[in-house]
């Protein structure tokens, strides 16, 4: 039932039960929904129409040598380009162009990573949605908004304090004389141990789940969703990465190169191409190690934390990768099969004081047809 009302009515609503949050949802979130409804006809389903043309070749490309060759060098091809364009649009340091560049980055990666989705696609399931792309879309721009006021905050309750109580420290801990790649990699390495122990927070403390669970609510996995994440979790990581990068205090050329770093890792970290990684994967934090993460069932979602990095994943015991087997593609939230889908419902539902009631199957049959072995141990957002 719930497929079929995403499918043919646009995204799911917060349930009847939850009277108030939807009769919120649906009269504070009209504009939201309009905005939806129109980037579904004026943007989703053209594209949709357009990426179904590649389908027929995806078929043909089975087994073929040169998927082999693609599923093995797609990866860190996209992983050297980046770091080449990143250390070029800073080599002149921070200009109109290097901005420019950067805005448009997601723009190039999506229009990189959707062909190879329909081409070699991990799970044929995954690659249509409903209307969950014209969400995505709303949830980055509004990601880059509550970015930029978290920026605001930081600044100005965090950073220039903190800084200037590091100063004599920061400013001498930072290799600045190295190589400007080992920099980068340095700097990601420091960076995801502060957001490896953030995201275990998220899943381990229900307060913080509450709000997590946002990210949690997608059926599938593509290259533009890892972006989906409530506000209050935007502004919260900002704050908590103010310490290492106050801390260490990189030049904004390596920070800036970083970024463009992690966002070509984020894109393979959720994208729904089928990829022979190898060793990769015991590095970063992607392919089938964050599949594993979306699982229904606690007791093996709760693990693979790290943001670009699977390292610290290994070293602290979280990491779950089994040699002899392949995630399967049921994901989401195990037992609340009716979270919301709309943008309004996903910045409502963290604040329902009753979400075990409102969002949990009763069911055990259904639990068995919508969710993974297991799915029933997962505590939806308390």
């Known amino acids: 039932m719930a497929t079929t009302d995403t499918q043919n009515s646009g995204n799911r609503r917060m349930p009847e039960q939850a009277r108030i949050a939807r009769f919120l949802e649906t009269w504070l979130g009209a504009p939201l929904h309009a905005l939806e409804f129109v980037l579904q006809w004026i943007l989703v389903k053209p594209t949709r129409w357009f990426w179904r043309h590649l389908d027929s070749w995806s078929y043909k490309l089975e087994g073929t040598l040169l998927r082999k060759i693609l599923s093995s ?3 860190p091809f996209t ?3 980046s770091v080449f364009v990143g250390l070029k649009l800073v080599e002149n340091g921070i200009t109109s162009l290097t901005l420019v560049g ?3 980055l997601p ?7 959707a062909p190879f989705e329909r081409l070699m696609p991990y799970s044929r399931k995954w690659l249509e949605g409903g209307n969950d792309t014209a969400v995505d879309i709303i949830m980055y721009f509004s990601g880059a908004f509550w970015s930029g006021i978290s920026g605001l905050i930081v600044s100005a309750l965090f950073i220039i304090g903190m800084v200037e109580a590091l100063e004599p420290y920061g400013h001498n801990l930072w290799p600045d004389h190295w190589n400007p790649v080992i920099q980068v990699a340095l700097f ?3 960076k995801d141990f502060f957001r490896y122990w953030f995201h275990r927070a998220l899943h381990e403390i229900p307060a913080l789940w509450r709000i997590h669970a946002a990210h949690h609510s997608v059926e599938r996995l593509y290259w533009l969703n890892g972006i989906r994440a409530h506000p209050l979790e935007i502004l919260s990581q900002a704050i908590f990465y103010a310490i290492p990068l106050a801390l260490v205090q990189p030049s904004a050329e390596i920070a800036l190169v970083a970024v463009i770093l992690q966002l070509s890792i984020g ?3 959720h994208s729904n191409i089928d990829l022979n990684l190898g060793w990769w994967e015991y590095i970063f934090s992607i392919g089938d190690n964050h599949r594993y993460h979306h699982y229904p069932d606690k007791g093996i979602g709760d ?3 790290g943001g670009e990095l699977i390292i610290y994943d290994i070293l602290f015991g979280t990491f779950h990768n089994p040699r002899d087997e392949r995630p399967h593609d049921n994901i989401g939230i195990g ?3 009716d979270y919301p889908m709309t943008v309004a419902g996903l910045y409502i539902a963290p604040f329902l004081p009753n979400q075990k009631d409102v969002f949990r199957v009763e069911d055990n049959s259904d639990e068995e047809d919508t969710a993974a072995p297991g799915a029933s141990t997962l505590q939806p957002a308390e």
């Open 303 to 305: 693990s693979n934390y």
């Open 102 to 104: 950067f805005v448009l």
């Open 335 to 337: 037992t609340a099969p």
């Open 73 to 75: 060098t797609l990866f």
């Open 188 to 190: 990601i390495l420091i």
């Open 267 to 269: 894109i393979f970290q």
């Open 107 to 113: 723009i190039i990666y999506g229009l990189y990573c």
């Open 79 to 81: 992983l050297v380009l």
